[in-house]
């Protein structure tokens, strides 16, 4: 055996792991062009290039990034956490943050809460356990806990789908609480006044939950005070029209029905047509969300658009740029002391006025 094989032998040892000394000794290259080959392609010459990579191809080499980033503390990892994976707003938030991160070679370690906030709370004390580079959770309603590993956590903290006070390094998102009141201001502009609004497990979903609340607060400004109809854990079209039967047996001669999404509004509207209420001449219906089926269900839907793959993006970029600055600022002294600083990006929502909505009441 020759002395580069033996060299790859002893390498292996005990974890039968492809190694970059394997990579190296196969292609005829010291283990340092191996490094710069894998971190930047382009800085190695022509000549090794195509060698460096037909040995990787062929023994099958996976970088240990956990290992190339033991000096930095970090790893080249970024920790999100989400409370559902069914949800497609957020499946489309992540999708934006992969794709953005990937670019970069920064890997996701993605976990969902369910909404349950004791979950969060083991999720962060896990992601914070392999040294991520960045975590990013999704709101900002934390139990002490959590608010507590976040704000000792030694790495930027990003905050998404919602702005709210005392963020921690950066916040991108909306205020909940405007939609609810945009929502409110719209149907009490149509002369609704007997109005009901419908969500699901408000107590746990706080985002839901400011809805509701902006929703009551600024119809309160007017002296209405809307019938709210939780449906527990049940976010579904039969939740919706369960949720407008006993609407209409609590609030009779009901004019108007918001849900803090669209599925449940879809419900609403099965409802009313299985029970001859036209849709909107006698019950005005808005949702949240803007999902595919809200402009060509019938009638097309009153409904919210956040811009879920927007804040993706931002909050990528955001963190990213915060990384370049503490890489500069390992170099030579923060020049404005601004290191510090948190910063707050509200990228806002849309009304879609659409025909589920468009009666006007006398």
Known sequence: ???????????????????????????????????????????????????????????????????????????????????????????????????????????????????????ETELVRTFLSWSPTALVVTGCCHNEATRTLLRMADTPVAEMWEIGEEPFHLQVGFSHVAVGEVLAAHLHQQGATRIAFVGARMQADRRAGQRRDGFCQALARHGVTPLVIDTGNDVSPAAGGLALRQALKQQPGLQAVACANDVLALGVLFEAQHRGMAVPQQLAVTGFGNLPYSQVCVPPLTTVQPHAAEIGLRVAQELLAQLQREQAQDQQADEDGDSGATKVVDVGFELILRQSSSQRFK
């Open 1 to 119: 055996m020759s002395q580069n094989n033996k060299t790859a032998a002893r390498s292996r040892r005990g974890t039968n792991r492809v190694t970059m000394e394997d990579v190296a000794a196969r292609a005829k290259v010291s283990a340092s062009s191996v490094s710069l080959y894998l971190r930047n392609p382009e800085a190695v010459s022509p000549r090794l290039s195509p060698r460096i990579k037909r040995a990787i191809d062929t023994l099958g080499y996976v970088p240990n990034k956990l290992a190339g980033s033991l000096a930095a503390a970090r790893t080249r990892a970024i920790g999100v956490i989400v409370p559902s994976l069914a949800n497609a707003f957020f499946t489309e938030t992540v999708a934006a943050l992969q794709k953005e991160f990937d670019r970069h070679d920064y890997q996701l370690l993605l976990g969902a809460t369910e909404y349950d906030l004791e979950r």
